[in-house]
């Protein structure tokens, strides 16, 4: 990789992480924390998983996420349940105030996102997110990084 090209990652990676963060800080004060959010999301996206496939999908250990599950779970936005096909693996899956608060909250967040580049964007840069996000979705969608492990 060129200085070049190194300089083109690093602006934006950068640039990404700072959207990021805005995000976050514009997100509704649930009582959530982040790692909850994120299972939420993770659940929406794929529908009914195991603890073990949502920690496969996210990356991240089982033990890390069930604390973060039994606070859903507690807090009436999960629900487990027994596998229909094999009845010793638990189920996750939103209940339909797990789905309303998500929505919620990404309504909120796009409401700032849309409000911000509209005032902050000339027409041009904004049709010009709006062509680039699916190239960025390809990037996320992405089964691998290149060469070893990315960090924020």
Do not use: C, Y
């Amino acid at each position: 990789m060129t200085k070049q090209d190194a300089s083109a990652a690093t602006e934006l990676r950068e640039s990404v992480m700072a959207v990021a963060r805005q995000l976050r800080r514009h997100r509704p004060d649930h009582g959530l924390t982040l790692s909850q959010m994120q299972v939420l999301a993770e659940v929406t996206r794929t529908g009914a998983a195991t603890p073990a496939e949502l920690a496969a999908r996210m990356h991240v250990r089982v033990q890390s996420l069930t604390d973060s599950i039994n606070g859903l779970v507690a807090a009436g936005l999960a629900s487990r349940r027994p596998d229909d096909t094999d009845r010793r693996r638990q189920l996750v899956e939103l209940t339909a105030a797990g789905r309303a608060l998500l929505a919620t909250d990404r309504a909120e967040r796009d409401a700032w996102l849309d409000a911000s580049m509209r005032e902050h964007l000339t027409e041009l840069e904004f049709g010009l997110l709006l062509l680039v996000a699916p190239v960025l979705r390809k990037l996320a969608d992405a089964d691998s990084p290149a060469t070893g492990t990315i960090s924020a």
